[in-house]
């Protein structure tokens, strides 16, 4: 009975897996039919011909090689930024105890319970008064910090024992020292996930390129795909190229961090 | 022991500084002391090629004056280009659709146009010697013209002729009236060849398409969706119900459209004509010919006019266009006005290569324009097509008339019911 | 009988020595009082800067009349008064409501049985991975994707075989929805679950199998309560993902068809941009905010009866 259990539990799994999968299964299919056929075919149909112009047109249409290093110049910076403040922040708010820390944190959870387009505006004028349209500046600071990374992270170390870090103070580590020595090795797997996160979350970013962008060269992947959406038509089969295309490093990122991301720190650090 | 925390606190300031630092030294520089002016325009592969080959020589004949191009996808352009208003900011000039011209003007985020830098020395005068009067109004208030168009277009009725071919049709069968289209449909989904699944595609998810549509069927219908001055609603009228019955009774009493089969918000009902889904689609005009040469190169198809209501007129498509327009927060009107002068003049290239016509009389009657495919029959629609009336609150409105739609088309209610409600939002928002 | 002394002692215990119960870890620990300040100060800085000033010019603009040309002009409650009395608003709130509590709950709880499963099978990390994936495509092309899976001879259809309008029609164009989100976000909640799943102590697991503890016991007893801040956590992000959302149903049905899917945060985009309205949108976008709050309070308050979360 265990043993089929655990069978039925592989079994479903991949089960999911394979649901998951089958429309980005069906979007690889659309990258090598031409554009035209590619909503009237069905998902087991096989188009008139094997077609590489999509990925051909797709990287040809716009500069995309310079989309995909603002992209990423941006994730990266974004990403450090915000795994950082956020294990900071959700340390300070998890383990101290000062005044008006509560307070505080009902800042963080308006922040993320905002939508983003509701600020738009403001935080638009706000931005073009210090000058940073249209540069690296104005994509990468006003998304430095993340309330969702803070919220996540205090969640996360709730679970970190107090008795390892009164130890460490008893030992006459300042905070800063308990933060680098102990917190820091026993959150490495929500770190990683926070990482993983915050990365998507900045590559597929798109509002608020949209507004800050003023010229070609500070543009983003997803603001360049917009490129394939005229009004008259549009280009899917290259929208769908492109996209797969610039996902590749993001998935080999998360396939290579696939052992961080979901190991488990409940081993590391008890002594 | 503070004393080390301040210390390794200083530090991690002094390395976020840093990064930030060389961030701030990472930017591009600032423009050359040139005139800079900035144009958007809306996503159109040929166009856009067309428009920056149109631009590299503008600023060879101008050394002064550098033209940032930006071309934004349709569905945000306004996000876009409101927030730059509002900051205070956005381009010197912007290509933007015409229905919205009265709402633009009313909110004040365009100025007039300034006719000595456009180069017409006597003003409207002139305009009206290269443009419709109808055209000209549609970017006017009153006396004041706002916007000098900058394409014009219309919806024609396309058919499969392979399509019709295998379904037994001949030319006679071609629809003049609804009733030819639901027999010809009809039979066309009995025989169905090419992929066909529905007999006739009609817009959806596209408020704007939507409206010209049923503006165009009200006006066989011998009405219209709101009163010439465009003041006031009009859309419990008997002849806009009868059109949007009659829209909903091919939908659903004869099942020629299948609302399922799209279009969705991001495909167009020529994408489906193309992809031989539909065999009769009547929207796009002159533009889809390149659209189709391009994407569904296999489909033969004939450009036809709207069939209309038995004992109803030939009312042509509902024109509509797009306008070029100077923002007022813009600091450099006098040099975005000479430059689109100098697009305007491009009118006969721009229908050569991108299909688009500009809207002026020049390029509509020269003898490359009547060497088009399907010219005759485009020219013949324009000539008894209208634009719809100006309205302010232009985008309110077309979303109170695709709602109505949906209700009688989706949800299958009464066009009278439907419209009803219609005409009472619209009233408190046309007050 | 049995089951409860042993199941409260394993789920409280400060006992076990590594003390990851709930108990031990409510206490202060001394020596870390206002250093924290410290270890804030970045994110409320920018947090100050990025938000609360915007916010602070949302609930200012809620207060004017502006189209953006000039300044606004200064209207007291007259935009709350008007969004109030109109139907589209309350639909909007319905809708929002709605799609919150069918995109939260069972996205926290797939989430949640995806991490046991993933953690008690074997080779499975392969799983969240992958799961992952619908992340990597911007909404738009994930949208496109969906527009042909929802298509009336769409994938779904044609793959098994029924006949169901899956956007055009109003009743199940929220479900559609719906489904395209669990799609594209069951993989980041099933991370965070996994992470903390992974996190509970064998120790206590090997306890209480050797007082004879069932499997669906355990789960009971040791992972729900000690997973209570994860499940708080998604509970909250689901909430919060589905009052923001406005991306993907604004291309998917743009709202329809009528009103079914048009959420509060796409009315304020299109009250803003579309139709120009800034002071009525910020209004929309301050009730809102003031509603997720409440919501928020209501989650926290059911959450940390028993401790302090």
């Known amino acids: 009975m265990k043993t089929f259990a655990r069978y039925l539990n592989l079994v479903l799994l991949a089960l999911i897996t394979l649901m998951v999968l089958i429309p980005i299964l069906w979007a690889l299919k659309a990258v090598f039919t031409p554009t035209g056929e590619i909503f009237s075919t069905g998902i087991f149909d096989v188009p008139s011909r094997f077609s590489l112009e999509n990925i051909r047109n797709g990287l040809v249409t716009a500069p995309f090689l310079t989309y995909f290093k603002t992209s990423l110049v941006v994730a990266l910076i974004v990403t450090s930024s915000i795994v950082i403040t956020s294990a900071m922040a959700g340390f300070g708010f998890a383990k101290f105890h000062f005044k008006g820390k509560n307070f505080l944190f009902a800042f963080v959870i308006m922040a993320m319970l905002m939508p983003f387009q509701a600020i738009l505006i403001p935080l638009f004028i706000e931005v073009k008064y210090f000058g940073w349209l249209d540069s690296l500046k104005g994509l990468i600071i006003p998304g430095a910090v993340s309330a969702f990374g803070i919220f996540m992270m205090r969640q996360f170390m709730f679970s970190i024992p107090n008795e390892l870090i009164e130890a460490a103070l008893i030992d006459g580590c300042s905070p800063i020292r308990v933060f680098r020595q102990v917190i820091i090795p026993m959150a490495k797997s929500p770190l990683a996930a926070l990482g993983a996160l915050a990365f998507l979350s900045s590559w597929n970013n798109y509002l608020w390129p949209l507004v800050v962008v003023q010229s070609e060269s500070s543009m983003t992947i997803p603001l360049g795909l917009q490129q394939f959406r005229g009004n008259n038509a549009t280009a899917y089969g290259e929208i769908f190229a492109v996209s797969l295309i610039a996902a590749i490093p993001v998935a080999v990122l998360f396939i290579g961090m696939r052992r961080q991301i979901v190991s488990s720190f409940a081993t590391s650090g008890i002594k | 022991m503070k004393k080390s925390i301040y210390q390794t606190w200083g530090a991690t300031a002094a390395a976020f500084a840093m990064v930030s630092a060389s961030i701030i030294a990472g930017s591009p520089a600032s423009a050359a002391a040139k005139t800079t002016i900035t144009y958007w325009t809306h996503v159109n592969g040929p166009t856009n090629v067309f428009e920056k080959d149109l631009i590299a020589q503008y600023q060879r004949a101008n050394p002064t004056v550098k033209v940032n191009y930006l071309p934004v996808e349709w569905g945000v352009l306004p996000t876009k280009l409101k927030t730059s208003i509002a900051g205070g900011g956005g381009p010197d000039l912007f290509n933007f659709f015409g229905g919205y011209a009265s709402e633009l003007i009313s909110k004040k985020m365009v100025s007039p146009v300034d006719f000595s830098a456009f180069g017409l020395k006597n003003g409207k005068k002139d305009l009206l010697k290269n443009y419709l009067p109808a055209v000209v109004n549609g970017f006017s208030a009153g006396t004041t013209v706002y916007g000098i168009p900058h394409e014009v277009s219309n919806h024609v009725y396309w058919i499969n002729t392979d399509q019709f071919a ?159 327009f100077v923002p007022s927060t813009s600091k450099q009107k006098a040099a975005a006005w000479k430059f689109a002068a100098f697009l305007q003049s491009k009118g006969q290239d721009y229908f050569d290569k991108t299909g688009v016509w500009l809207g002026d009389n020049q390029t509509f009657k020269s003898a490359a324009t009547k060497a088009y495919p399907s010219w005759s029959a485009f020219a013949t629609n324009f000539a008894a097509g209208e634009f719809l009336p100006p309205i302010v609150k232009y985008s309110e409105l077309i979303d109170v008339i695709d709602r109505a739609i949906q209700r009688v088309v989706l949800e299958k209610k009464s066009a009278s019911e439907s419209l009803a409600v219609a005409q009472s939002e619209a009233l408190l928002l046309m007050r | 009988m049995i089951e409860g002394d042993p199941k409260i002692m394993w789920a409280t215990s400060g006992k076990a020595n590594v003390s990851k119960g709930q108990g031990a870890n409510i206490q202060k620990i001394s020596g870390l009082g206002s250093s924290g300040w410290i270890f804030i100060f970045p994110v409320i800085t920018m947090l100050a800067i990025f938000f609360l000033v915007p916010l602070a010019g949302v609930i200012y603009l809620s207060l004017t009349e502006w189209s953006l040309i000039g300044s606004p002009v200064f209207s007291g409650f007259s935009n709350y008064q008007e969004i109030f009395a109109n139907p589209q608003f309350w639909s909007a709130v319905r809708v929002t409501g709605k799609l919150s509590l069918e995109m939260a709950i069972p996205g926290a709880l797939i989430a949640f049985i995806l991490a046991i499963m993933i953690n008690e099978g074997k080779k499975t990390n392969y799983v969240s991975t992958v799961l992952l994936f619908p992340l990597v495509f911007p909404s738009i092309v994930a949208v496109f994707i969906w527009e042909a899976m929802f298509k009336g001879d769409g994938i779904l259809n044609s793959f098994f075989g029924i006949n169901i309008n899956w956007v055009t029609s109003s009743s199940w164009a929220l479900p559609s929805l719906v489904l395209m989100m669990l799609w594209t976000n069951l993989g980041y909640y099933t991370i965070i679950a996994l992470a903390g799943v992974r996190d509970l102590p064998a120790e206590l697991f090997d306890a209480a199998s050797l007082d004879g503890a069932g499997y669906f016991a355990k789960i009971r007893w040791i992972t729900i309560p000690l997973m209570k801040p994860i499940l708080l956590f998604l509970l909250m992000v689901g909430t919060s993902d589905a009052l923001t959302l406005f991306i993907q149903p604004y291309l998917l049905t743009g709202g329809g068809p009528g009103d079914s899917t048009r959420t509060l945060s796409q009315l304020i985009y299109q009250t803003a941009f579309m139709y120009t309205d800034i002071g009525k949108a910020s209004a929309i976008a301050v009730t809102l905010l003031l509603a997720a709050l409440v919501v928020a309070g209501l989650q926290f308050r059911v959450f940390s009866k028993d401790r302090e979360i």
């Open chain 2, 166 to 324: 295998a379904a037994g049709l001949s030319a006679a069968d071609y629809p003049k009236t609804y009733d030819d289209v639901i027999r010809v449909g009809k039979i066309l989904q009995a025989k169905p060849s090419g992929g066909l699944k529905e007999a006739l595609v009609m817009p959806q998810y596209n408020a704007i398409r939507e409206t010209l549509t049923l503006q165009m069927m009200a006006r066989q219908a011998g009405g219209s969706l709101f009163s010439a001055d465009g003041k006031k609603p009009q859309l419990d009228s008997a002849s806009v119900v009868r059109a949007l019955q009659m829209w909903g009774d091919l939908a659903n009493t004869h099942g020629l459209n299948q609302p399922a089969l799209g279009p969705t918000a991001s495909n167009y009902p020529e994408d489906l004509f193309g992809a031989g889904t539909a065999a009769m689609n009547n929207t796009g005009g002159p533009w889809v010919v390149k659209v189709m040469s391009d994407t569904y190169p296999t489909i033969k198809y004939k450009v036809l006019q709207q069939p209309t209501f038995k004992g109803g007129i030939q009312a042509g498509g509902t024109l509509y266009g797009f306008g070029l």
